[in-house]
């Protein structure tokens, strides 16, 4: 009763972003001697790099975890302490799950001879998700503070000196090419535009058409200013491209969230309206559950599904051909249900690994009166929510 149905549907859709957005730009070439190497259609259809908008994500993806930051940390009824370490659980537990399998898989395939092209591409697209965790952890651990000073000098103050961080970084990079030791400063204030603008919305701010106009309108802006002076057009990199918008987060990817989430604040009412559809309100809230496997998982799903059907002893089209065309797309467009049934089995398994026991029903039965034993409603409520022990006070016995 307390979630926000338009943040989780937002959420919903940046998790699809990124890995339809993978998915489609990741190609796995078989090669003469049997092993993959990766390709990116980016390179042959430049056109594509619109599309990058679209499902380029990460942005929205943080300023909903903001959002889901602020109203977890007011609700929780512990310390900040307690808070923080129950929510960074919720990050590792599932990386080291990741790791774990993965690293068994790996070992397995390297036993059954599997070439050592396609091993590296394997453990290069399952470990390359992880840089997510440096900025989100960081962010998530700095919530406190950050909120405090949203409250008190407004979100776009604070958001100034990340811009001008990554500006800087933007402008280092190109005078002296080799500055990889910005990455992480420039990882988290990049990101840190996002989640201190879903810390503000939490808190009330940012409500309204006015605000969200001003974010689309202003992002989309700086986006084509960016463009036209001379910042690559794709969201994301490109194999052989002297820059990338992603590695390390440029301008771009700045304008591109604020863009991206002032047309998602402007979507509220569409958004709500697709809630309440059951068939729509039980996906979003799927991929709300597990978002982080989802996450994690999506790329070593795709490697698997490639180097299984490799077993077919020849190249399938969308699979283990050259991404050099629309013909490709549209065969990699056929695989995706596929990937997408894959990936929503081994998550389902993974939750349900996770949940255990307590995923049962609890059975509760009067034992004051007489055999048959009756099975009794229970009504579960928190303590520190009292509308809702009113509630529940109400309801018959």
């Known amino acids: 009763m307390?979630?926000?149905?338009?943040?989780?549907?937002?959420?919903?859709?940046?998790?699809?972003?990124?890995?339809?957005?993978?998915?489609?730009?990741?190609?796995?070439?078989?090669?003469?001697?049997?092993?993959?190497?990766?390709?990116s259609p980016l390179v042959a259809m430049?056109?594509?790099?619109?599309?990058?908008?679209?499902?380029?994500?990460?942005?929205?993806?943080?300023?909903?975890?903001?959002?889901?930051?602020?109203?977890?940390?007011?609700?929780?009824?512990?310390?900040?302490?307690?808070?923080?370490?129950?929510?960074?659980?919720?990050?590792?537990?599932p990386t080291v799950a990741m790791l774990g399998t993965g690293a068994a898989v790996l070992l397995a395939a390297t036993v059954a001879g599997t070439p050592d092209g396609t091993l590296t591409v394997a453990l290069t697209l399952a470990v390359s998700p992880l840089w997510f965790l440096l900025p989100f952890a960081t962010l998530v651990a700095l919530t406190g503070p950050?909120?405090?000073?949203?409250?008190?000098?407004?979100?776009?103050?604070?958001?100034?000196p990340a811009v001008a961080a990554v500006a800087g970084s933007d402008l280092a990079a190109r005078l002296f090419p080799d500055v990889g030791a910005l990455l992480p400063v420039t990882l988290l204030?990049?990101?840190?535009?996002?989640?201190?603008?879903?810390?503000?919305?939490?808190?009330?701010?940012?409500?309204?058409?006015?605000?969200?106009?001003?974010?689309?309108?202003?992002?989309?802006?700086?986006?084509?200013?960016?463009i036209a002076?001379?910042?690559?057009?794709?969201?994301?990199?490109?194999?052989?491209?002297?820059?990338?918008?992603?590695?390390?987060?440029?301008?771009?990817?700045?304008?591109?969230?604020?863009?991206?989430?002032?047309?998602?604040?402007l979507a509220r009412p569409a958004l709500l309206r697709l809630a309440d559809r059951p068939l729509a309100a039980r996906a979003v809230a799927a991929v709300n559950r597990n978002a982080m496997r989802i996450y994690l998982w999506h790329q070593p799903v795709l490697v698997g599904v490639t180097v299984l059907a490799t077993r077919a002893g020849e190249a399938i089209p969308g699979l283990h051909t050259a991404p050099d065309g629309p013909g490709w797309l549209l065969a990699r467009g056929c695989w995706l249900p596929l990937l997408v049934l894959v990936l929503a089995l081994l998550v389902h398994r993974g939750a349900g690994g996770a949940t255990g026991r307590a995923a049962a029903p609890v059975r509760v039965y009067d034992v004051g009166r007489s055999e048959p034993r009756r099975l009794q409603e229970v009504i579960a409520v928190r303590d520190s929510d009292p509308s809702s022990r009113g509630r529940a006070d109400r309801q018959p016995r």
């Open 2 to 39: 307390t979630r926000d149905r338009a943040v989780d549907a937002l959420r919903a859709y940046a998790v699809a972003g990124v890995v339809l957005g993978h998915w489609l730009v990741t190609g796995l070439v078989l090669g003469p001697d049997g092993s993959l190497h990766q390709a």
């Open 229 to 265: 002076a001379g910042y690559p057009a794709s969201a994301v990199g490109v194999p052989g491209a002297g820059i990338s918008n992603l590695h390390p987060p440029s301008l771009v990817a700045v304008a591109l969230a604020a863009g991206q989430i002032g047309l998602g604040l």
């Open 146 to 160: 950050l909120r405090a000073a949203v409250r008190r000098f407004g979100p776009w103050r604070c958001a100034a």
């Open 46 to 93: 430049p056109g594509l790099a619109p599309v990058t908008w679209v499902l380029q994500t990460l942005g929205v993806f943080f300023f909903t975890a903001g959002y889901a930051s602020a109203r977890s940390a007011a609700r929780h009824p512990g310390g900040t302490g307690s808070w923080l370490a129950r929510r960074l659980r919720r990050l590792v537990l």
């Open 189 to 226: 204030a990049a990101w840190g535009v996002p989640y201190l603008l879903g810390l503000a919305h939490a808190d009330g701010q940012l409500t309204g058409r006015r605000p969200a106009a001003a974010l689309a309108a202003g992002g989309a802006v700086v986006l084509a200013a960016l």
